[in-house]
């Protein structure tokens, strides 16, 4: 199976928060799910924790690599810009990832690499990844937090991803 990318300075276990969550479901494939996460208007239809989510530059509505992009999750205000885009090809890793960034003084700010990565596993069944690391004061009060509202969060946005999926493909309904 395939990892996640880390950029330098991102890498888990070198930073103040991780998060990692990952399903396998059969029944679905990359294609089904891709749209659900690669469209961020949708994300508030299945993730309570989204919402506001616009875009600059009049890109959108889907993510691309470079396009920047706004949405609040956790109670943060996130400014974020795409860094790795990878389209669902045969025999490939569908990947997104981006770099995401909150407050203004070294109090408040927040910067996160949140990335996803799809794959097609043998059986009709799709594995989905979604791994997060964070730095500053904020990323070290959401570590020391007990139960992890990351951990708990992104269980959400995986489970309602999914459920979104399942419900669009008609031949499971």
Do not use: C
């Not at 996460?37 to 309570?48: A, D, F, I, M």
């Not at 943060?76 to 770099?99: M, S």
């Amino acid at each position: 199976m395939n990892g996640i990318f880390w950029p330098e300075g991102y890498v888990p276990g070198f930073t103040d928060n991780f998060a990692s969550n990952e399903m396998i479901v059969a029944g679905l494939s990359v294609a089904d799910v891709w749209p659900w996460l690669n469209t961020p208007s949708l994300w508030p239809s299945y993730y309570s924790n989204s919402g506001n989510v616009r875009f600059y530059e009049d890109k959108g509505p889907e993510l691309a690599n470079g396009v920047r992009f706004y949405f609040e999750t956790f109670g943060f205000p996130v400014e974020a810009q795409v860094v790795e885009h990878v389209a669902p090809l045969a025999g490939q890793a569908a990947r997104v990832a981006w770099h995401g960034w909150a407050g203004d003084d070294a109090q408040t700010r927040l910067d996160v690499h949140h990335a996803w990565l799809l794959e097609d596993l043998p059986g009709g069944r799709v594995r989905i990844l979604t791994q997060e690391t964070q730095k500053g004061i904020p990323a070290q009060a959401l570590a020391a937090a007990d139960p992890n509202p990351m951990i708990n969060g992104h269980d959400q946005w995986l489970k309602g991803l999914v459920a979104a999926a399942l419900k669009a493909k008609p031949t499971l309904r």
